[in-house]
């Protein structure tokens, strides 16, 4: 279900095994295909965040990029 100008959400179920099935729609979407990986990202405040394996080079970098003062960003 799309919420706001390119931006989506999508409902699922947790099963017994702690697994959850991505939406056929989103796995379209994020061209994710059987035997792909994806990066699970966990924050306590801000929750969890899954990526592709094809965005997961791009965001790492982000994340570790120092700025101009040497803290990381």
Same mark, same amino acid.
């Given at each position: #279900?799309?919420? #706001?100008?390119? %931006?989506?959400?999508? #409902?699922? %179920?947790?099963?017994?095994?702690?697994?959850?099935?991505? +939406?056929?729609?989103?796995?379209? #979407?994020?061209? &994710?295909? +059987?035997?792909?990986?994806? /990066?699970? /990202?966990? *924050?306590?405040?801000?929750? /969890?965040?899954? /990526? +592709?394996? $094809?965005?997961?080079? *791009?965001?790492?970098?982000?994340?570790?990029? $120092? *700025?101009?003062?040497?803290?990381? &960003?």
């Amino acid at each position: #279900m799309e919420c #706001m100008g390119g %931006k989506y959400a999508w #409902m699922v %179920k947790i099963g017994e095994k702690g697994q959850f099935v991505i +939406p056929k729609e989103a796995r379209e #979407m994020f061209e &994710l295909n +059987p035997g792909d990986e994806i /990066l699970v /990202l966990g *924050d306590k405040k801000r929750g /969890l965040a899954i /990526l +592709p394996k $094809s965005k997961q080079h *791009d965001f790492i970098e982000r994340i570790f990029k $120092s *700025d101009v003062d040497g803290g990381i &960003l």
